[in-house]
């Protein structure tokens, strides 16, 4: 069985990564660079990078960035944002990007994913897909790049997507997105549960409680999170750990970990116990005795 995979998503405006809260506010948070260096050595297993000036102005030409980045990053990297032509993709994997994603291009020309997966492979496209609504009866598929709620079901376009080539799809709640309440879970499982391609979840995480609520009660391949990473040290190890304490296989590779340990109702670490210290002390030293 497949591993579960814990991936960071870098929203890029205007060349700085930025927090998003529901597609429409934006903080600060610093250089994509950095960001994608700390990533590394914290053991995510893959990173997407979504320009989204790009993708507002449907052009993308600043390859260069792509491969400043791609050079750093030690992982799989995913890169979407403007993409609409096969040039488009083969300048971005040739500048290293593993993947790309593909979202506003492909609801107006469907086709164009079975053009990028019959040149690049299926294994290549990624399909977002992005969902206003808070039930079953409210969801449809958002048009970021035209601000535009289409009228489109998202179970019925991911059904889709998968039968035009893509070879996952890149999940995201609108409404949940920079929330830091949890996933979408309804949404999360609708979709998933309806195709037979990998499905990345997004928008939401506030804590690594979140992703697991994900792990354990959808079918999601995969979790991306993007807000709860940048303003949480060390939270890609503690999630890591937290869901392997709890039956999730993901991989956990890093020199620190905090597998075992104790965890308050947010999942933050717990101080140990005074008692349970000085037990840990006991048998230092009576192991150094002997």
């Not at 995201?172 to 949890?182: F, L, Q």
Request: negative net charge; hydrophobic residues 40%; aromatic residues 8%.
């Amino acid at each position: 069985m497949l591993k579960k995979r814990l991936i960071a998503t870098l929203i890029i405006r205007e060349g700085t990564v930025v927090q998003s809260i529901n597609f429409c506010r934006f903080l600060p948070v610093g250089k994509p660079a950095i960001a994608v260096e700390f990533l590394n050595s914290w053991g995510i297993d893959e990173i997407i990078i979504l320009d989204i000036t790009a993708s507002k102005n449907q052009v993308l030409k600043n390859y260069a960035f792509i491969e400043q980045l791609s050079r750093a990053c030690f992982v799989p990297l995913t890169v979407g944002g403007g993409i609409n032509s096969i040039e488009d993709v083969h300048a971005l994997l040739r500048y290293g990007a593993d993947k790309v994603v593909i979202n506003a291009h492909c609801l107006s020309d469907p086709d164009f994913i079975t053009e990028v997966a019959e040149v690049f492979g299926s294994q290549c496209v990624v399909v977002s897909i992005d969902v206003i609504g808070s039930d079953r009866s409210e969801y449809h598929v958002y048009n970021a790049a035209s601000d535009i709620l289409t009228d489109i079901d998202p179970v019925e376009w991911a059904q889709n997507v998968e039968a035009k080539g893509a070879g996952e799809i890149f999940l995201t709640s609108v409404d949940r997105d920079g929330s830091k309440n949890g996933y979408d879970l309804d949404l999360i499982d609708l979709v998933a549960s309806q195709v037979k391609i990998p499905v990345i979840a997004s928008g939401g995480a506030g804590n690594p409680g979140h992703i697991l609520d994900v792990f354990s009660k959808t079918n999601a391949s995969a979790v991306s999170a993007s807000n709860f990473f940048h303003f949480f040290e060390h939270s890609v190890i503690l999630t890591k750990s937290v869901l392997r304490d709890n039956q999730s296989d993901v991989r956990l590779n890093t020199h620190a970990e905090y597998s075992g340990s104790r965890y308050g109702i947010d999942f933050r670490l717990k101080k140990q116990s005074d008692a349970y210290l000085q037990d840990l002390l006991f048998e230092k030293i009576e192991k150094e005795i002997i």
